[in-house]
C-alpha cells in the first residue's frame, strides 16, 4: 500500500459514464462502479500491446487527489479509489481507476433498486433451498430475491442426496 498518496472523500465526474436509468455521472463515496480494466499476456506486457478489456464492479472508497510518479509509473491525480472483490471472492482488493474508465455509476441505496437485498441472497445459504427452474424463472423476473418475484422455497431442493 502507498503511503505517499493524498486520498479524500470528493467526488468525481465521470462524464463517460452512462446515465440511462438508474446511472449518474458523479462518483461519490459508497457509490457501486462498473468500470474497464485492461489485462496482458506476459508477452504484450513490454509494448502493452493487445489489451484484453474486462468489465469490474466495486465500491467507490475515496478519491485519490495525487500520487507523485513512482518509477515508470506517470503522476496520478483524481482517480477514484475502488473496493472490489477478487473474482474467486476470497479477499477484496483496491484499485485506481480513471474517471473516464467508469462505464456506470450507481446509487446501491436508490430507492427502486433492491441491491442489498439482492447481494444478500445471492451469497446467502437459502439460495441452495430454491430448484434450478425457480431460480431460472427468478434470474427472468427482474426482482431483486425470489420472494419479491412471489416464489417460495422448493420442499425438495433438487441437491442431490449424499449417501457416505
Known amino acids: 500500500m502507498r503511503t505517499d498518496t493524498r486520498i479524500d472523500r470528493y467526488p468525481v465526474k465521470c462524464f463517460q459514464a452512462s446515465t440511462l436509468g438508474y446511472g449518474k455521472y458523479i462518483a461519490e463515496v459508497g457509490d457501486i462502479i462498473i468500470y474497464r480494466e485492461s489485462t496482458y499476456n506476459v508477452e504484450d506486457l513490454k509494448t502493452l500491446s493487445n489489451p484484453h478489456v474486462h468489465e469490474r464492479i466495486g465500491r467507490m472508497a475515496g478519491r485519490v487527489h495525487y500520487a507523485p510518479a513512482l518509477g515508470e509509473t506517470p503522476e496520478i491525480k483524481n482517480h477514484i479509489l475502488v473496493v472490489c472483490l477478487s473474482l474467486d471472492s476470497p479477499c477484496a482488493y ?18 427502486d433498486r433492491k441491491i442489498l437485498e439482492l447481494i444478500t441472497f445471492f451469497f446467502s445459504p437459502e439460495f441452495r433451498h430454491y430448484n434450478p427452474d425457480q431460480l431460472r424463472q427468478w434470474a427472468y423476473s427482474g426482482y431483486a430475491t425470489p420472494a419479491l418475484a412471489g416464489f417460495a422455497p422448493s420442499k425438495t431442493t433438487g441437491l442431490p442426496v449424499r449417501k457416505d
Open 94 to 111: 483496491e484499485r485506481w481507476i480513471a474517471p473516464e474508465d467508469v462505464l456506470r455509476i450507481y446509487d446501491p441505496n436508490h430507492a
